[in-house]
């Protein structure tokens, strides 16, 4: 008996737990956006990136180590010397304007950080609308086939219609079923990846406000033949290109002869200051180690300008597919506001009052019915890709909102 008892509980706390609803919190895209540049480990990495960068700057100017000398000129006694090298001027010149590039890079990269951010905080917004809508759609269909199966099951057992009909209407509840369940679970899945981007665990989010098209006058008006020039990732590429010919500077004044100065008193204790003083020059005679460095950072130099090529092309051949794209889905997405909505609207009214007046068969209902969905089923898909494509063109463009 305290055996049943307990397996009693388990199963209450069990059921318990698989029949608590899942809490979704309601969040806008503006406070997503912002939670995400915020939160986000990207920027956070991007940051200190950038304080990284900052913090070498300050070496541009680091001459060798002080030379701390014990001599014997005159083999009396032992006397204290220093030597101190320094690079000439150019050089430290040169290694300013390289690190100098390096925070410029550094903060380049973070407004890609950002903008990546951006696309795939309002993607997946896109696609929390989309699965929304899905559920939506597959609720009201899930009502309208389920009338239909308890219809046929009165008519079945008046022996109005057949056992085909029956297995028809099962088997269309079922599929429902299993799609509308399949939206859900996608749902589920866009509101676990908004998470990650706001950096948030174990909570689920829904998008405010209703599922629209975006607005595109501002990206239509910057559509043309300059269209890429602003592109983050080409800015970065070209301030990589300007940091690899400064390094190319540094490695050919690093070839110049560095200054030497000293103190060592090799007289008596009346010689003066400036007797007392070294100064020299020493001369990179092993010109085959600087010719190497040379030579590797023009290729250096060369690899760059040619990523950044390969880069405007990759960039400009995306930007050219989504501009496909948008134009595709702005036609298709016209089609369904003029007239595709209006006729399923009209043909599922249509079909209803026909059938109930006998003028078509319930296949033909049935026909009809699935028709009328299928279409707003195909608007949903073609509102995501105009939306999507919409994003697309921002991110290529570089357009994206900062907080």
Do not use: C
């Not at 795939?120 to 086939?145: A, C, H, I």
């Amino acid at each position: 008996m305290k055996k049943i008892t307990l397996l009693f509980f388990f199963l209450l706390n069990f059921s318990f737990l698989f029949a608590q609803k899942t809490v979704f919190f309601p969040i806008s895209l503006e406070k997503a956006l912002l939670t995400a540049q915020k939160r986000h480990l990207s920027v956070r990495i991007a940051d200190q990136q950038i304080q990284k960068a900052r913090s070498l700057k300050k070496t541009a100017f680091d001459p060798a180590n002080l030379d701390v000398l014990f001599e014997s000129p005159t083999g009396n006694q032992m006397r204290l010397g220093v030597l101190q090298t320094f690079a000439l001027p150019p050089v430290y010149s040169a290694q300013n304007q390289v690190l100098k590039q390096n925070v410029s890079i550094a903060q380049n990269q973070k407004e890609v950080s950002l903008l990546s951010l951006d696309y795939q905080v309002k993607t997946v917004f896109q696609e929390l609308f989309f699965w929304k809508e899905q559920e939506k759609l597959w609720e009201e269909k899930d009502s309208v086939f389920r009338e239909i199966l308890k219809i046929n099951t009165v008519r079945w057992r008046t022996g109005d219609a057949t056992r085909l009909d029956m297995l028809n209407s099962e088997s269309q509840v079922k599929q429902i079923e299993l799609a509308w369940q399949e939206a859900k679970v996608q749902f589920q899945n866009a509101s676990y990846q908004l998470g990650f981007y706001l950096a948030v665990q174990d909570s689920l989010f829904v998008p405010e406000g209703d599922w629209v098209k975006l607005n595109t006058k501002t990206l239509l008006e910057k559509m043309d033949s300059l269209a890429m020039s602003q592109n983050l990732l080409i800015k970065v590429q070209k301030a990589q290109t300007q940091g690899k010919e400064w390094e190319v500077k540094l490695a050919k004044r690093q070839s110049l002869p560095s200054l030497v100065a000293g103190w060592l008193n090799q007289g008596d204790e009346n010689t003066a200051l400036f007797q007392q003083m070294r100064f020299g020059f020493s001369i990179p005679i092993w010109f085959w180690v600087q010719k190497s460095r040379i030579s590797a950072s023009k290729i250096d130099l060369k690899t760059t300008i040619d990523q950044n090529l390969l880069l405007q092309k990759q960039l400009q051949t995306e930007y050219q597919k989504a501009l496909q794209n948008f134009q595709l889905a702005s036609k298709n997405l016209a089609y369904f506001d003029q007239t595709g909505l209006k006729e399923a609207d009209e043909m599922n009214r249509q079909a209803l009052q026909n059938y109930r007046l006998g003028n078509i068969t319930y296949y033909q209902y049935l026909q009809n019915i699935e028709l009328s969905y299928q279409i707003r089923q195909r608007y949903l898909e073609t509102l995501r890709n105009y939306n999507n494509s919409v994003l697309m063109l921002d991110y290529l463009m570089g357009n994206f909102e900062s907080f």
